[in-house]
């Protein structure tokens, strides 16, 4: 099979798919690879922090990190890669934001980027990573997904009201996920049209 061949998008291919294996061990040997990287660049995603005056949830390159990395690893892939991204952080490798690691009150964000992974990759294999409005959709969708169990999380690590972990850990963060939803629109659709040209 020639690399042209191997490229060429198909129906229910993820970014990954189109990396070549020419046999069984070495498609195996990719997709090692590809989980530890996609895990990697989480890590250093979360060293790109700010803190938020008042809350411990930093702004952090994270999110971005992990919608690309679900998306482009297909669910499967996506998640082991976030799942090692947990158990690596939880076994005490600093490299959950600002350099932590264990269950500290923002980790319910951490279990939400194995959720998340596995949805953006369930919907890039039907195609949602391949135009702007559709990348945008699932980015949205991955982003409440972390949400949906970063904010509870946080409310019981806190012992504070939903309403207040919401106000703690997700209202002031909404520009910026707009801003990274923004930038995934341009670089997941980029990538399929280059790999078409490629084609």
Not at 41 to 49: H, K, M, V
């Amino acid at each position: 099979m020639s690399l042209a061949t191997a490229t060429l998008p198909r129906p229910g291919a993820v970014l990954a798919d189109l990396l070549p294996a020419s046999t069984r061990a070495r498609g195996l040997a990719r997709d090692a690879a590809l989980v530890v990287g996609g895990a990697a660049l989480t890590g250093l995603a979360a060293q790109i922090a700010v803190p938020v005056p008042g809350s411990p949830v930093p702004v952090t390159g994270q999110t971005l990190a992990v919608l690309l990395v679900g998306t482009a690893l297909g669910a499967r892939r996506g998640v082991a890669s976030l799942a090692l991204y947990l158990l690596a952080g939880l076994a005490g490798l600093p490299w959950f934001a600002q350099g932590t690691s264990g269950a500290g009150a923002t980790f319910g964000y951490v279990v939400g980027f194995v959720v998340a992974a596995a949805l953006v990759g369930a919907l890039a294999r039907r195609g949602a990573d391949r135009g702007p409005l559709r990348t945008a959709g699932a980015m949205v969708l991955g982003n409440l997904a972390v949400y949906a169990v970063g904010v509870p999380y946080l409310a019981v690590s806190l012992h504070v009201p939903l309403g207040t972990a919401a106000s703690l850990g997700l209202y002031p963060y909404l520009v910026g996920d707009a801003l990274k939803a923004a930038l995934a629109m341009g670089l997941l659709p980029a990538a399929w049209k280059l790999v078409g040209r490629r084609g």
